[in-house]
């Protein structure tokens, strides 16, 4: 089953429809919260949005004998972050009967 996407530039085009601003302040705004949000992570802070869920950057542990799954090669990677999104209550319980 093919998902549509929800491009970035949909979504500023719907919150300028609705609050009837110019979709260039729109973008301007949401490009200020996507760099507050990746600021805060690369400061080692934990982000939560209420309603939505949180966002956090957790260690990975490394391994001596990971796989380049284009050459297969064997190569040791070192301790890395991910990047994490946990989703908080409401958006479990608005995702929960999507696919029943």
Do not use: C
């Not at 302040?25 to 939505?52: M, P, Q, Y």
């Amino acid at each position: 089953m093919r998902r549509d996407k929800y491009t970035k530039a949909e979504i500023v085009e719907s919150i300028a429809q609705k609050l009837e601003l110019n979709r260039t302040d729109v973008h301007n705004v949401l490009d200020l919260f996507f760099e507050e949000l990746k600021t805060a992570l690369k400061d080692d802070k934990i982000i939560e949005l209420r309603g939505l869920g949180t966002f956090e950057i957790r260690t990975r542990k490394g391994r001596e004998r990971a796989r380049n799954p284009k050459t297969g090669e064997i190569v040791p990677v070192k301790n890395h972050g991910v990047a994490v999104f946990r989703p908080g209550k409401e958006l479990k319980e608005l995702a929960w009967p999507i696919r029943e």
